[in-house]
């Protein structure tokens, strides 16, 4: 087992693992701490706690310290830069006749380099524009082309439902979402119903996922001949949501009607074997006249 905490850098963002050493520290601590970008400012959303080894990526950096007065007037400050980091940068790249488009700026804890986010349909040969913003700021530059989901998160907005989006106010990290998902949950696959700000599918047809798929596989499909308490029919509709299934069910003189009956209520009739597969049973003379020599 690993001692462990949880601090994450943004506002919604990844939570990383930290060694707490012997420090105290509290849920919503802000805390001084090593990376591999070097040392930067977070805060503590895990308490201290101990998790398998397997959990923890090696080796596991330590917290330096609690952040004081200074560190959290620095942090002030570096938002101030990043401002006009996002300003100058917007004016270079706009000189440099560039088609980009800035999404961010952010400045690490110690200042020793700068992150800027962009956008973009391809690839982008901007070195140029680096050698020019490192005249310009003195320090270690980075550009970092971004996708559309990671502009929707660092962007923001509200989403079709009138909230605002998931990825910008509790999701941590992306999941993968498919097209089958909207298909399972029998949704329109008209690309303006199931897509978000970013124009990628919504990753809310994620969180009900789970449950959808485990009553697919329990739900009879549309046009199963079934057995029923009142007697043989045929699915006119399956909801995946209540677990109830609408029977066709026929009547003495010709017609229909219509009934509601709960999935653990019906069972579907056997369907038999399959077509193009051959009845599993003793071998006919006929086989054995095809496998003998003598047939070829």
Known sequence: MSFIIGVRFAEVGKIYYFDPGKLELQLDDKVIVETARGVEFGEVVLAPREVEESQVTKPLKKVLRKADERDLKKIEANKQKEREAFRTCSERIAKHKMDMKLIDVEYTFDGN????????????????????LASVFKTRIELRQIGVRDEAKKIGGLGPCGRPCCCSAFLGDFQPVSIKMAKEQNLSLSPTKISGLCGRLMCCLNYEQEHYHDMCRKLPRVGHAVKTPDGPGEVADANALTGKVKVKMPLEDGTFEFVVYDHSEIRVKDAGPRKGKKKEGKETAADREIKSPEGK
């Open 113 to 132: 380099k700068i992150i800027f986010y962009f956008t973009a349909e391809g690839r982008v040969d901007f070195r140029e524009l680096v050698k020019d």
